[in-house]
């Protein structure tokens, strides 16, 4: 490659996590002829120790797996990575889906469903992902001074202590940050940060507003920088 050529950008690299072999066949033709490269795994042990070891960009993760529950797989993972998840389940049950989102995953799909579409999802997520790793964004309008995002990272800063956000977290605080003194919905944080927003499943936003409360209450000695709007939603005090 001569010095003038820029690198190929890395294909996407999906593994999928499906002990059904037709399931998993037809994710798998989908998702290469999109132009991704797949690989499978039947069990949910086997595919975690892979995940530790290689690098993929997305995991599409079966709920109820032979060996593993996909719900404690996804705790485990979230232990050391932060690559984003769908989950797979034949379970409808709205509470199923929010637990799912607040372990970590990014999207919650229910079987039957179309190949086709999962793939679509695998890029949206990935594309906003990619947004997000971008370079670093400094001086953006209405940040408090204590505050300092590193997008590289995906990392904020307060007083130059790094939070311990979780994706979902992080994304909220953002958001906050970059738009001081605007009330946001919960309809409209679910829009902005979930994959795949619901409106049925806005009570995750509470769950989450209040863990994020209580990790910037604890950096900011108490202070509670996010204000709550009585039947309007949530914003930040750019005061704080």
């Known amino acids: 490659m001569s010095a003038t050529d820029s690198p190929e950008p890395r294909q996407i690299h999906v593994l999928v996590i499906e002990d059904e072999a037709a399931i998993a066949d037809t994710i798998l033709y989908a998702l290469r002829t999109e132009g991704m490269q797949a690989?499978?795994?039947?069990?949910?042990?086997?595919?975690?120790?892979?995940?530790?070891?290689?690098?993929?960009?997305?995991?599409i993760l079966d709920v109820g797996l032979p060996d593993a529950n996909g719900f404690d797989l996804c705790r485990e993972l979230r232990r050391f990575s932060e690559i984003p998840v769908i989950f797979?389940?034949?379970?409808?049950?709205?509470?199923?889906?929010?637990?799912?989102?607040?372990?970590g995953a990014d999207d919650?799909?229910?079987?039957?469903?179309?190949?086709?579409?999962?793939?679509?999802?695998?890029?949206?997520?990935?594309?906003?992902?990619?947004?997000?790793?971008?370079?670093?964004?400094?001086g953006l309008t209405g940040?408090?001074?204590?505050?300092?995002?590193?997008?590289?990272?995906?990392?904020?800063?307060?007083?130059?202590?790094?939070?311990?956000?979780t994706r979902y977290e992080y994304h909220l605080l953002r958001n906050f940050l970059e738009?001081?003194?605007?009330?946001?919905s919960r309809d409209e944080l679910m829009q902005r940060i979930w994959t795949a927003p619901d409106h049925s499943l806005e009570r995750t936003v509470d769950s989450h507003i209040k863990t994020l409360r209580a990790k910037v209450r604890g950096v900011l000695d108490g202070i509670d920088p996010i204000e709550t709007h009585r039947g309007l939603g949530y914003s930040w005090k750019p005061h704080s």
Request: aromatic share 6%; glycine share 6%; net charge positive.
């Open 88 to 103: 797979l389940t034949a379970r409808a049950d709205e509470v199923d889906r929010v637990v799912g989102l607040e372990i």
């Open 179 to 184: 738009h001081p003194e605007q009330i946001f």
């Open 108 to 138: 919650y799909v229910t079987k039957p469903f179309s190949p086709r579409e999962l793939a679509a999802r695998v890029r949206v997520i990935l594309r906003r992902g990619g947004r997000a790793a971008g370079g670093a964004a400094p």
């Open 39 to 59: 690989t499978h795994e039947v069990l949910g042990r086997p595919a975690l120790e892979r995940l530790r070891a290689e690098s993929f960009s997305l995991v």
């Open 143 to 165: 940040h408090p001074a204590r505050f300092r995002i590193d997008e590289t990272s995906r990392r904020i800063y307060c007083a130059d202590k790094a939070l311990d956000l």
